[in-house]
């Protein structure tokens, strides 16, 4: 008996600690601070765009997060090995965009990594047969170098950039970068998973009116690189879905195997995208991505001057990520379309079950356990009381 209380205190503790941890866990996570600056070391707005530097200092090293509207919209990240390392711009070579070197990370030798992400075309394609089959039917794509860009619209460190093509009578293509100081989630859905170590960029296409009353979109994105591009995209299947409603899929694009097992960069999305501002589970529609093909680097670094600027070779390849099923709604349907993606150093941040899903799990899963305990001890306290009431002889 003394044994099985033993084990019954036991479980009862292993669960306390559970919850405690589980309910703590998320006020351990790695922090950084937080410097903005737009238009570095430039006295004027440039003519024609905006760029705009997030330093991410940790306690040895920092993540510098340059989002650019000069040409085709690009977020480059470049980390390093130093919490003194600076980004020096020569405005004059930078937005002559004929020659690399515009743009430095200085020490140059402190660079540990870099990567970068074009968004380079939006295409159109009309889907009279509902069969989501982007390869025929295409419209002349837009180019987003030729967009007009808004000015960066600044909250903290978030920067909100709009645009549109020459040929849009209504409307616009949007994004919204956002860089965080620590771990967290963001607060519309689908609620990515984000840490220090990564930036958000959401997407959306808002009242642009179609080509075509069944129109579908695709997005097209160049990955560059150094020696290290995002080369391949890997599919991870989860059995939770408690943030992100019906998806149990996430797709990275990271660099190609090599000797070490560390992943030095991302982009990370859920293949999930919206039909409304404020979506119900009911507006979700599933993306699809390409295989990442090489491309010209030459050609890539033409429609972007943050590429042109910072390096001096880019290794490119690039996919497209279609929106819808055959089946789903049309863009017309509402005229709205929204995506989001994470671009981070190191490891992709890896959804897990939730502290109060993990409590729920502990309780659920212990309580019968205990109660199952209890009613062991007290069948035996009972047997055992039984045994000695038979055992009693009275004194006449």
């Not at 020459?166 to 689908?190: H, I, K, Y």
Request: a negative charge; charged letters at 15%; one cysteine or more.
């Amino acid at each position: 008996m003394a044994a099985m209380l033993e084990r019954s205190c036991g479980l009862g503790c292993v669960l306390l600690v559970l919850s405690v941890f589980t309910l703590g866990h998320c006020a351990t996570s790695f922090t950084r601070q937080l410097i903005v600056e737009l238009n570095p070391g430039s006295s004027l707005p440039p003519l024609g765009g905006d760029l705009l530097h997030v330093r991410a200092l940790g306690n040895n090293d920092t993540l510098h997060f340059l989002f650019c509207s000069l040409g085709a919209p690009t977020l480059l990240l470049v980390h390093t090995n130093t919490s003194s390392s600076t980004v020096k711009v020569n405005w004059t070579q930078f937005l002559d965009g004929n020659h690399s070197g515009g743009l430095k990370v200085k020490p140059e030798s402190s660079i540990l990594y870099s990567t970068a992400i074009v968004f380079s075309r939006l295409l159109e394609y009309d889907d009279s047969n509902d069969t989501a089959d982007p390869t025929s039917d295409l419209f002349p794509p837009y180019r987003l170098d030729d967009f007009t860009w808004s000015r960066f619209n600044l909250s903290g460190a978030s920067a909100l950039l709009c645009g549109a093509a020459a040929s849009f009578t209504n409307g616009s293509l949007c994004l919204q970068l956002s860089v965080f100081d620590g771990e967290g989630r963001g607060q519309a859905w689908p609620r990515l998973l984000h840490t220090a170590n990564s930036s958000q960029l959401g997407v959306w296409l808002e009242g642009v009116l179609p080509r075509a009353a069944r129109s579908r979109f695709l997005l097209e994105l160049q990955a560059v690189g150094g020696a290290d591009p995002l080369s391949r995209v890997e599919v991870y299947r989860s059995i939770d879905d408690e943030f992100t409603p019906s998806i149990f899929q996430v797709s990275r694009w990271v660099p190609s195997e090599n000797s070490s097992s560390d992943v030095l960069g991302f982009l990370q999305w859920k293949p999930v995208a919206y039909r409304q501002p404020h979506p119900a589970l009911e507006d979700a529609t599933p993306c699809r991505h390409s295989e990442p093909q090489p491309q010209s680097g030459e050609a890539t670094a033409a429609t972007s001057r943050l590429i042109r600027a910072f390096y001096t070779e880019p290794e490119t390849f690039g996919l497209n990520v279609s929106f819808g099923l055959a089946g789903d709604p049309f863009y017309n349907s509402t005229k709205f379309l929204s995506w989001t993606v994470l671009l981070g150093s190191g490891s992709p941040p890896v959804d897990s079950f939730s502290p109060l899903v993990l409590s729920m799990m502990a309780v659920g899963l212990g309580t019968p356990m205990i109660l199952l305990l209890l009613g062991g001890v007290c069948v035996c306290v009972r047997k055992r009381a039984a045994v000695m009431a038979a055992a009693y002889e009275p004194i006449n």
